[in-house]
């Protein structure tokens, strides 16, 4: 018998609005080929165990369809809002192809850019990486083909870096590189 997990850790701060970014298809509800998955070859978490983790994350109500349900980094620029003053940064998602590093770029309303490095553990690693931790684990993996791989247990980290000081930020620039893949991006406001 399975023991439940958990529910995704509660995330602090200020959610950032993925939804317009969104580009990567990596979850699927039944066995379908979807060209790219998480790792380029198709392969996807299985939605099954991730009902509280897409809640969380404000998933789109056809995620799991073939829709985009994460964003693969390409450079986009996540709008931010009213100008924060930020001392962390929270991020849940995964690589493939091993853990990865990437640097997000915080762009303040004084001209100030803020880089911040972030590394995530890859989705079948069963380690997370440095300042990460568990944020969500799928029952299984749909490999190339939509064929289902139940040994495999894909799993979404929740990686977070402290800045030093407090940094501007009105935009989020990610950074470029297609084998990080972000469900949810967090940030937490100075004095929070």
Known sequence: MNTPLPLPPLVDGVALDLAPHRNNAGCLARSLIV???????????????????????????????????NVACEGQTV?????????????????????????FRLHGDDGTVTPVRLRLADFLSRQPAEDSTLFAEADFL??????????AQPRIWLATVRLSEPASCTRLELPVNPDLHLFGIWLTPDGS
Do not use: N
Not at 142 to 151: A, F, L
């Open 79 to 103: 709008d931010v809002g009213a100008p924060e003053q930020v001392t962390a940064v929270r991020v849940a998602g995964v690589a493939s192809g091993g853990t990865t590093a990437g640097v």
């Open 35 to 69: 060209a790219e998955g998480l790792d380029g070859f198709g392969r996807a978490f299985s939605t099954s165990g991730l009902d509280a983790a897409a809640t969380a994350l404000g998933l789109p109500a056809q995620w799991g369809e073939g829709e985009p349900d």
């Open 142 to 151: 749909y490999d190339i083909g939509g064929r289902t791989q139940r040994k």
